[in-house]
């Protein structure tokens, strides 16, 4: 299988002075209104295929982009990426013409376990040891029963497990927290990820984690396009990835919000048309593109409850016929909708499950109570930009 790699070389680059901006997108910024900024022709967008145009309208505000421009200010290059493994690449060719095609990320990922000791408190301490913000937002939604950090005090402990993804010296992505320990005046308490259901529990199998279930928003008559995150297409020799499933279904079908929420968006967002995006408030956003028309109750900024109407099946936007395309996101990271809908409704685990968890929350347990008794104890990685200039290879 060929493979397209993305190598980004950090050092000032004197011979060509060519520089790789690190910016943000722009509240209101569109694929197409930056194409008109750069002079680049809009058949280039109108040219791609229908599954790269929705990738084109999954760019969001204030998500990092690299442009890298000639000496005379004009775009040579520019990377964008849309999840977490893919990334859209405008550049120009031999001729000087604009081209499209989509990479994966060439990502670095680690796996650390550390144990920090509170000085000051338990967000401070993890903010200054590991410059993530996030790590401590997710401890506290981890043990939001049966821990009160207020009692928490200096010579106090935390240590956690966690994997992170770094893509040019930033975190990309969301944390991936495996394990937890939070000690308050001796006492240790314990959560371990369940790599089954992704939910949190204690050390005898205790469960800790609000369960939100989502529903098929749609009586549909087939998939007739599933989710894929990054997938080599051996014949077109190119990566593909489309971030969400699609329901086929006639024009007019209702919609129904898949789980309680609120009203983040309602409008036009490029190739999806006609989008709503609805707010969980437990890290998980839902999107409904290409519909016909909007229910007239909703409205953007109200909450909403799972089974409500919201809107209609269409085939607005640029769409190969009417459907419904159904985003699904974590923690701003798209993920297959149907890994979620489709997961059991029950508890807690069963007998069989529980054998299995407790094995890996042992071993969990004694790597946090080593790192606990080392005198050195690990420093945590902490990722830092190191430059602002870089030239950009594909070989």
């Known amino acids: 299988m060929r493979r397209i790699f993305l190598s980004i070389i950090i050092f000032f680059n004197f011979l060509y002075s060519a520089q790789v901006e690190e910016l943000n997108w722009s509240r209101g910024e569109t694929f197409l209104t930056f194409l008109e900024k750069y002079s680049i022709p809009q058949k280039l967008y109108f040219d791609l295929e229908k599954e790269d145009q929705e990738l084109c309208s999954e760019i969001t505000a204030d998500r990092r982009f690299y442009l890298y ?4 200010g004009k775009l040579n290059q520019v990377l964008i990426p849309v999840s977490d493994d893919i990334q859209l690449h405008i550049y120009k060719d031999s001729n000087n013409k604009y081209q499209f ?3 994966p990320i060439n990502y670095t990922e680690y796996t650390e376990t550390v144990a920090i000791e509170i000085t000051e408190s338990v967000s401070y301490d993890i903010s200054k040891a590991t410059g993530d913000v996030t790590l401590a937002a ?42 937890a320990m939070v000690q308050i005046d001796g006492t240790s308490y314990f959560r371990f990820k369940n790599p089954k ?4 529990y204690d050390e005898k199998g205790t469960g800790f984690t609000k369960s939100y279930f989502f529903q098929v928003p749609i009586s549909y008559t087939r998939i007739s396009s599933e989710f894929t995150n990054k997938r080599w297409h051996p014949i077109l020799q190119r990566y593909r990835a489309h971030l969400g499933t699609d329901f086929s279904a006639p024009v007019g079908r209702t919609i129904y919000a898949a789980a309680d929420g609120k009203i983040e ?10 989008t709503t995006i609805i707010n969980h408030n437990n890290g998980y956003k839902t999107l409904y593109a290409h519909q016909s ?17 919201i809107g209609y099946v269409g085939n607005t936007g640029l769409s190969s016929g009417p459907h419904l395309h159904l985003g699904l996101y974590k923690n701003g990271t798209a993920i297959d909708p149907l890994t979620v809908i489709n997961k059991p409704s029950n508890d807690g685990l069963d007998n069989k499950e529980r054998v299995a968890f407790l094995a890996i929350s042992k071993n969990y347990q004694q790597k946090i109570d080593n790192e606990l ?4 104890k690990k420093i945590p990685t902490r990722l830092e930009r190191t430059t602002d200039k870089s ?4 070989f």
């Open 101 to 103: 095609q989509t990479l």
């Open 373 to 376: 008794k080392k005198e050195n």
């Open 197 to 200: 259901d992704d939910k949190y």
């Open 265 to 274: 968006f309602l409008g036009i967002k490029g190739g999806y048309g006609k």
């Open 391 to 394: 030239e950009i290879n594909i």
């Open 138 to 179: 997710l401890l506290k939604s981890i043990f939001t029963e049966g821990v009160n950090f207020r009692k928490m005090q200096k010579g106090d402990f935390i240590a956690l497990e966690y994997s992170q993804k770094a893509y040019l010296g930033r975190p990309l992505g969301m944390p991936d927290l495996k394990a």
């Open 69 to 72: 421009t000639d000496d005379d």
């Open 293 to 309: 028309d909007f229910a007239k109750s909703v409205k953007q900024g109200i909450n909403i409850k799972k089974g409500e109407l």
